[in-house]
């Protein structure tokens, strides 16, 4: 008679999210402030790949991670947005991105209310020797995709509209600006067709003139 014992093993697995395992949080950018990176993102080889989102107090999850968007073509047939490459902290260059966070709205994005920045990658040369590669201080500074100063003497009633596919114009912004102060828009696509309206105060009244 031959006996044969036989041992099953059983391993309990539990997903885990992708955000979460490869978001690593290094801080709060304030406005006109700035963030250090941490150095082993600048000299180690891997995939460290710079994102953004806007954060409310209150409201962390509000908006999506930012992405890298493509400056040419708006749409692809699906209806969603081109996607360019990504940003690595480990191999920059100079240039400018256009980035873009989605509005989350439970478990689904909405991608008619997000928010749209420009980022600049600047290089900075501090050290330089024949034998090896300079040494440059990098910076990434982010802005605003549009921006508009008002210089007349009065205050001006603005707004931005945006055109889609279809010729609708969609209201982007609205609102007032004082004599010497500059708004910012956030919420306007640049890669579109954008339409700025400009009414000053004070009994002005809008004409239309044909040339």
């Not at 966070?101 to 994005?109: A, I, K, L, P, T």
């Not at 912004?173 to 004599?179: L, M």
């Not at 708004?183 to 004070?202: E, G, M, T």
């Amino acid at each position: 008679m031959n006996n044969v014992r036989q041992r099953k093993w059983i391993r309990n697995r539990k997903q885990i999210l992708c955000d979460d395992q490869q978001h690593v949080s290094i801080g709060l950018v304030k406005p006109r402030e700035s963030v250090p990176l941490p150095l082993s993102c600048l000299t180690q080889a891997g995939p460290y790949v710079l994102q953004l989102r806007p954060l409310n107090l209150g409201v962390p999850d509000e908006y999506a991670w930012s992405k890298v968007m493509s400056k040419c073509v708006e749409f692809q047939v699906s209806g969603k947005h081109q996607e360019e490459s990504e940003i690595y902290v480990s191999d920059l260059e100079e240039s400018e991105k256009l980035l873009y966070c989605s509005q989350v709205e439970g478990n689904s994005s909405n991608d008619s209310h997000g928010i749209w920045f420009c980022l600049n990658v600047q290089a900075v040369e501090i050290a330089k020797d024949i034998r090896s590669d300079p040494i440059q201080d990098w910076s990434l500074v982010v802005r605003s995709p549009l921006s508009v100063t008002n210089y007349l003497p009065l205050r001006i009633e603005y707004s931005v509209l945006e055109r889609h596919s279809n010729d609708q114009l969609l209201a982007r912004a609205r609102g007032i600006f004082f004599p010497g102060k500059a708004v910012n828009f956030y919420c306007a696509d640049i890669r579109k067709a954008l339409f700025l309206s400009l009414l000053p105060q004070k009994g002005w009244v809008p004409m239309h003139v044909r040339f």
